[in-house]
């Protein structure tokens, strides 16, 4: 199986062309092609498909081989990888996701791409949409969330996958590898969730690590970052625009008047292969 890698600000994945390509089960395609000793090593697998509905469907897997409903790093990386293997002349591209239809645009200046922008589409604050038990109606700022005997205090949304966002004083203080698993996999949580500690540097900038849902700790999460520029606007930490700094690098994050989630960061290709196995 021909395959490409690519990553975004370190969060990495295996992109497969599954118009081309014989994958087998998904499932356990990634939780084979993602193991760093046995496989590839990756994050997630990327399948694109033809849609009926959009430019091309992406199907998304996490290392553990859970299928995500959607990745906004992948959707960066994707875009380019459609436009650079000629799978479209498109720059502003359509995706299918299981969160809806995710809209990447490559930004070029003097015929060089600088960036790659997503419109992630619009967040979803109830718990019913996130989900996150409790009454489907009601959303789920700064409230009070017990783990273990222990009480955190938690924003939660969905941004086509679940999220939960705790604001810490000193981030270097998270034991992520502790903590992040816990509350992944919450019994309030019925689809799990990835889990974000934020720490609020000043009104335009973010610092973010993630354990993510299907994947553990990442370099970086782009429905995560996005997430965490809802919850800090709602909790009044920040404008609407903010860089988060996460352990792999910086992306730019726009909550737009139209209440769409605008991202900006980069995409690279490390290398190609045939996956034998
Ligand atoms: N682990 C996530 C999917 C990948 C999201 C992340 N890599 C991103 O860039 O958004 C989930 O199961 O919801």
């Not at 009454?135 to 086509?160: C, K, R, W």
């Not at 335009?204 to 782009?222: D, F, L």
């Not at 991202?263 to 190609?272: I, W």
């Amino acid at each position: 199986m021909q395959f490409a890698k690519w990553h975004g600000l370190g969060n990495d994945f295996v992109i497969v062309n599954g118009m081309k390509e014989v994958v087998g089960d998904y499932h356990k395609q990634a939780l084979a092609v993602c193991d760093r000793n046995f496989g590839i090593g990756a994050d997630g697998l990327v399948v694109l498909l033809p849609s009926e509905i959009a430019d091309f469907k992406m199907r998304i897997f996490n290392s553990d081989g859970s299928e995500a409903d959607m990745c906004g790093n992948a959707t960066r990386c994707v875009a380019r990888y459609l436009y650079e293997n000629q799978l479209t002349d498109k720059t502003v591209i359509t995706l299918d996701t299981l969160a809806g239809i995710i809209t990447p645009e490559l930004i070029f200046e003097n015929g060089r791409l600088v960036t790659v922008k997503v419109d992630m589409g619009e967040p979803k604050l109830k718990r019913g949409a996130i989900p996150l038990a409790g009454d489907p109606q009601e959303q789920a700022i700064n409230i009070p969330f017990l783990v273990e005997g222990e009480t955190y205090h938690i924003t939660s949304l969905s941004m086509g996958n679940p999220h939960c966002i705790i604001f810490v004083d000193d981030i270097r203080t998270v034991n992520l590898p502790v903590i992040g698993p816990k509350i992944e996999t919450h019994i309030l949580f019925p689809k799990k969730t990835n889990v974000e500690f934020l720490q609020i540097v000043d009104r335009h900038t973010i610092r973010m690590r993630v354990w993510e849902r299907g994947a553990g700790i990442t370099k970086a999460c782009g429905t995560g970052a996005s997430a965490a520029l809802v919850a800090s606007v709602l909790n009044g930490y920040t404008d609407r625009q903010a860089t988060v700094k996460l352990d792999g690098g910086d992306l730019f994050i726009e909550w737009a008047s139209n209440n769409h989630i605008y991202k900006s960061g980069p995409a690279v290709e490390v290398f190609r292969g045939k996956y034998l196995l």
